[in-house]
């Protein structure tokens, strides 16, 4: 159906910088909404950042101003811009991708995951 390549997360100091990514490919009739979740240790994932198909973009207040969702639309591709990092931002971060596919069913799907390490 879709398929999810998440890349960039890694172990970064903290005031410290990252970019991910993630492509999305499959039967992809058109992308819809694309996100990106984050789930700290021991805790349940919770959306950090959406943008629409038309380049809304909505933030959780612990990374607004921070954090920079934009997509790519030409290669199906999410990126999450991650600045001033903290400790408290690790945890894995998952991209999640609303899609309508050429047999006209729309699916979510979430990405299998990448760790984001914060040291203080």
């Known amino acids: 159906q879709v398929q999810l390549v998440e890349s960039g997360g890694g172990l970064v100091q903290a005031g410290g910088s990252l970019r991910l990514s993630c492509v999305a490919s499959?039967?992809?009739?058109?992308?819809?909404?694309m996100a990106w979740g984050r789930q700290p240790p021991g805790k349940q994932r919770d959306l950090v950042a959406v943008?629409?198909?038309?380049?809304?973009?909505n933030y959780a207040d612990s990374v607004k101003g921070r954090f920079t969702i934009s997509r790519d639309n030409a290669r199906n591709t999410v990126y999450l811009q991650m600045n001033s990092l903290k400790p408290e931002d690790t945890g894995v971060y998952y991209c999640?991708?609303?899609?309508?596919?050429?047999?006209?069913?729309?699916?979510?799907?979430w990405g299998q995951g990448t760790q984001v390490t914060v040291s203080s």
């Open positions: 943008i629409t198909s038309g380049g809304s973009t």
């Open positions: 999640y991708v609303d899609s309508t596919l050429t047999s006209r069913s729309t699916i979510g799907t």
């Open positions: 499959g039967s992809i009739l058109r992308i819809n909404d």
